[in-house]
């Protein structure tokens, strides 16, 4: 068997997706992951529930379900700021996360349950580290492995 050798930006989304797994019981749709600078962007495509969705065409449970976000990344980014510090090798300075279902105008959830978690690392990384493999650790080919049988069909 071939030994797969994600690149930095796969092993944050995977990350990001387990984080958002663990918090809330759902695993987003699709993972985007964008450095530019200092700045490191993660989009989680469908990221809220059905039971969100509906709450959130309201203007009272869209405030409901942004409050609920919010407390909820502020309570537990930090680890999500760990995995990405270990697996780029840079600490994360600033971890903000906004949620505007109704709107989408400042984002962490769309009303299509699309989440947006935005990083600022403490300094930039150069191309060749963010296009290469980066942190190869156990614990990162451990999920790795995790999410390659549960989209393997049976």
Do not use: C
């Amino acid at each position: 068997m071939d030994k797969l050798n994600p690149t930095m930006a796969q092993q944050v989304a995977l990350a990001a997706s387990t984080f958002q797994l663990q918090r809330t019981g759902h695993t987003p749709k699709a993972v985007t992951v964008v450095l530019s600078g200092e700045t490191l962007v993660i989009t989680l495509h469908g990221a809220l529930s059905p039971a969100e969705k509906a709450l959130a065409k309201s203007p009272e449970g869209a405030a409901q379900v942004q409050e609920y976000h919010r407390q909820l990344f502020t309570n537990s980014a930090g680890t999500l700021r760990e995995d990405i510090k270990r697996i780029t090798g840079v600490e994360v300075r600033e971890a903000a996360a906004e949620v505007e279902p109704i709107t989408g105008t400042v984002v962490q959830v769309f009303k299509t349950g699309t989440m947006v978690q935005v990083f600022l690392l403490a300094h930039g990384l150069s191309d060749e580290s963010w296009n290469g493999t980066g942190s190869t650790d156990q614990e990162s080919e451990a999920l790795l492995k995790g999410l390659q049988q549960e989209e393997s069909p049976s």
